[in-house]
């Protein structure tokens, strides 16, 4: 069964709750944290896809949010596009505004505030000079203990 895909405006915000999270999933997603703290930005991106795959709640789409914001940075930092760099920036706020100050762990509004610096710095910086771009501005996410974490 393949969940189909909702842009923000057709998501029911009363059941964004977050997800029950198997052992694996948890893993995969502390993982996605690691990689993308690391600036491996596809690596997070295709650790984070394999749990949104499996994903079939209205919530689902705060891991398209982190996924497109992955693909940003990788096409901000690595691949220097820069229509698909907004693009992507674009879609990951819509999506990632919907939530909660907090979710899983992750502190949203770091993300948020991240997505609008980086858009600050990349018309400072120019669409033809972003390997110029300022990488202290990209976030490095803590994830804080979870209520639901019991998995190590």
Not at 7 to 30: F, G, M, N, T
Not at 62 to 68: E, L
Not at 77 to 90: A, D, L
Not at 115 to 124: F, G, M, P, T, Y
Request: charged letters at 30%.
């Amino acid at each position: 069964m393949i969940a189909r895909k909702k842009s923000p405006h057709q998501i029911d915000r009363a059941k964004l709750v977050e997800p029950s999270l198997s052992e694996e999933e948890w893993k995969e997603y502390r993982t996605g944290w690691e990689l993308f703290n690391h600036h491996r930005f596809w690596d997070a991106h295709e650790a984070w896809e394999s749990v949104w795959k499996r994903r079939y709640e209205e919530s689902r789409i705060f891991f398209q949010g982190i996924i497109q914001l992955a693909a940003a940075y990788h096409l901000l930092t690595v691949k220097h596009r820069f229509g698909g760099m907004m693009r992507n920036f674009e879609k990951a706020e819509e999506k990632l505004a919907l939530f909660p100050s907090s979710f899983l762990g992750c502190d949203v509004r770091v993300l948020l505030q991240a997505i609008a610096a980086a858009r600050s710095e990349v018309r400072r910086i120019g669409s033809d000079n972003l390997a110029a771009f300022d990488r202290s501005l990209i976030p490095t996410v803590q994830l804080r203990s979870h209520p639901l974490s019991h998995h190590t």
